[in-house]
T-cell receptor, first 113, second 113 residues
Framework: AQSVTQLGSHVSVSEGALVLLRCNYS??????LFWYVQYPNQGLQLLLK??????LVKGINGFEAEFKKSETSFHLTKPSAHMSDAAEYFC???????????FGTGTQLKVEL | DADVTQTPRNRITKTGKRIMLECSQTKGHDRMYWYRQDPGLGLRLIYY???????NKGEISDGYSVSRQAQAKFSLSLESAIPNQTALYFCATSDSLIRNEQFFGPGTRLTVL
């Protein structure tokens, strides 16, 4: 069985500050890992994904995440927050070829002036 | 035009009523999914379909049924709606040849009174 834990249901940062959203996963086999973003009143949009290869993954809008197998983590970062980054962020894990995703409970990011 | 569309976008209904939510996609994907989103719980998988003749239960299928009318259409039914089915419902699609990336519709907000 696979699972995802997102630490912090709400994170608040100042505009221009570092964004760090935490995600830890549990999987008995090598995982595929994803970060999705949900803007208000919209569906989920893929930010980035890790399948194989390079452990540092770059996504859209300046976000990146690093797969750390030893820590079972896939934390999302952005060097400088922008007001437009305010949204809910979901980490998800998938194993094998079944395309089934297991989502974390989400982190609401607030960006303050 | 959106690649994954959901109708209706909003629906208010009464306990005991039968409700159908529809999903259509123009991405040519073979796999389709239904999720529900509840605050603090993330997204949970209701049903998924790997092709027209392959439909599977997800983690919370009780009280729901689905129909895959064509590769491009996947509908979710609530045979007798109850208030705890009030939630945001998302349809998603994926291509079995592209590892595990799912594309989401805009969601249907369902309220059961």
């Amino acid at each position: 069985a696979q699972s995802v834990t997102q630490l912090g249901s709400h994170v608040s940062v100042s505009e221009g500050a570092l964004v760090l959203l935490r995600c830890n996963y549990s999987s008995s086999v090598p995982p595929y890992l994803f970060w999705y973003v949900q803007y208000p009143n919209q569906g989920l949009q893929l930010l980035l994904k890790y399948t194989t290869g390079a452990t540092l993954v770059k996504g859209i809008n300046g976000f990146e995440a690093e797969f750390k197998k030893s820590e079972t983590s896939f934390h999302l970062t952005k060097p400088s927050a922008h007001m437009s980054d305010a949204a809910e962020y979901f980490c998800a894990v998938s194993t094998g070829g079944g395309n089934k995703l297991t989502f974390g409970t989400g982190t609401q990011l607030k960006v303050e002036l | 035009d959106a690649d994954v569309t959901q109708t209706p976008r909003n629906r208010i209904t009464k306990t005991g009523k039968r409700i159908m939510l529809e999903c259509s996609q123009t991405k040519g994907h073979d796999r389709m999914y239904w999720y529900r989103q509840d605050p603090g719980l993330g997204l949970r998988l209701i049903y998924y379909s790997f092709d027209v003749k392959d439909i599977n239960k997800g983690e919370i299928s009780d009280g729901y049924s689905v129909s895959r009318q064509a590769q491009a259409k996947f509908s979710l039914s609530l045979e007798s709606a109850i208030p705890n089915q009030t939630a945001l419902y998302f349809c998603a699609t994926s291509d079995s040849l592209i590892r595990n990336e799912q594309f989401f519709g805009p969601g249907t907000r369902l309220t059961v009174l």
